[in-house]
């Protein structure tokens, strides 16, 4: 399965980004798919999922209400629309499936200037 994340940059602590990772995975494996962090020299962390198909979506308590997470199963995209940054949301931004835990693609570095 190819993943391939985009989106992030340099913005200011208040800023939005939306990052997107298209994905050559079957639809019916995009519902079990998420976001991870990796802020520098920590472990990463999943810190937003969809809930399956018809479920909830997770989100970790740092980023919820200032998160979204989303797809377009035509594109075969998830999306995550990440609001209010944070110095602390800096990171290198990946996507996967958290059940499946595919081979990592390329992140997508994410900078929050203060």
């Known amino acids: 399965v190819q993943l391939q994340a985009s989106g992030g940059g340099l913005v200011q602590a208040g800023g939005s980004l939306r990052l997107s990772c298209k994905t050559s995975?079957?639809?019916?494996?995009?519902?079990?798919m998420g976001w991870y962090r990796q802020a520098p020299g920590d472990q990463r962390e999943l810190v937003a999922h969809?809930?399956?198909?018809?479920?909830?979506?997770f989100y970790a308590d740092s980023v919820k209400g200032r998160f979204t997470i989303s797809r377009d199963n035509a594109k075969r995209t998830i999306y995550l629309q990440m609001n209010s940054l944070k110095a602390e949301d800096t990171g290198i931004y990946y996507c996967?499936?958290?059940?499946?835990?595919?081979?990592w693609g390329q992140g997508t570095l994410v900078t929050v200037s203060s």
């Open positions: 996967n499936n958290y059940i499946a835990n595919w081979r």
């Open positions: 995975a079957i639809m019916s494996s995009i519902w079990n």
């Open positions: 969809f809930g399956g198909r018809g479920g909830t979506s």
